[in-house]
């Protein structure tokens, strides 16, 4: 029987376990560690070669629970919050002690990791080491790679997302510092409200991203 996983990653699609986290799952080795991906990694038709690929880049990561919740992969679309909060206190009715996920704003916008972030802090509520990515934040939680690790890194998320990584490249800076802040319920629902529907966030609302706030464009 497997242990009970005591770290737990929620991320968006297959391939952001290695991108956001996959130092953090490398060098956590004193916890069990499970891998929730929520989406099917389909919106280019493989989903079911993207799922497989995640599925083995998390047991390379040392990763000892990996599964996949199957909601449509749609980077234009909105995720079913309530269906997603469901899903992961039915698979989790014993929170982790700790927890990882997306960034309130998606990392770089993206949609689907807006909404995974928030169905995570409603599935969780008032989860006391909750960390989302630091992106645009500074972190409290640091995990800077030796070359060792951080080339083992790379070379996993090489060999089983070479086409995903082509496409997104430009993107993934720092890939060797990985950051990490806890954020209260509030902040990461004002960031939704602006990012999804557009409602303007008073920076009081929003204090860790009061800086770049002017620069954060919402939906369209």
């Known amino acids: 029987m497997l ?11 297959p391939d952001d376990e290695i991108i ?24 280019e038709g493989e989903g079911a ?4 690929a995640c599925e083995q880049a998390c047991a390379e ?8 919740l199957g909601f449509p992969d749609d980077p234009a679309g909105c995720l079913d919050l309530d269906a997603l909060v469901a899903a992961l206190r039915a698979r989790f009715p014993e929170p ?18 807006i909404d995974v972030s928030l169905a995570v802090h409603r599935a969780f509520p008032g ?8 992106a645009h934040m500074f972190p409290e939680l640091r995990v800077q790679l030796d070359e060792s690790t951080f080339s083992r890194k790379l070379e996993i998320a090489t060999r089983h997302y070479t086409k995903q990584l082509r496409q997104a490249w430009r993107m993934m800076t720092n890939l060797a510092d990985e950051g990490f802040v806890r954020l209260p319920a509030s902040e990461v629902e004002a960031m939704h409200e602006l990012l999804m529907e557009g409602e303007a966030v008073a920076s009081e609302r929003a204090p860790h991203y009061r800086h770049v706030l002017p620069l954060i464009r919402p939906r369209r």
Do not use: K
Not at 49 to 52: C, G, N, P, T
């Open 127 to 134: 989860h006391p080491r909750l960390y989302v990515v630091a």
């Open 3 to 13: 242990e009970a996983p005591d770290l737990l990653v929620v991320t968006a699609h």
């Open 49 to 52: 070669q993207r799922v497989a």
């Open 20 to 43: 956001y986290f996959g130092g953090l799952l490398l060098t956590r080795t004193e916890h069990a560690r499970a891998v929730v991906c929520v989406t099917d990694g389909d919106f």
């Open 61 to 68: 990561l040392g990763v000892s629970s990996f599964s996949c």
């Open 96 to 113: 982790p002690e700790l927890i990882f996920t997306h960034s309130p704003h998606g990392e770089y916008g993206h949609f689907n990791h």
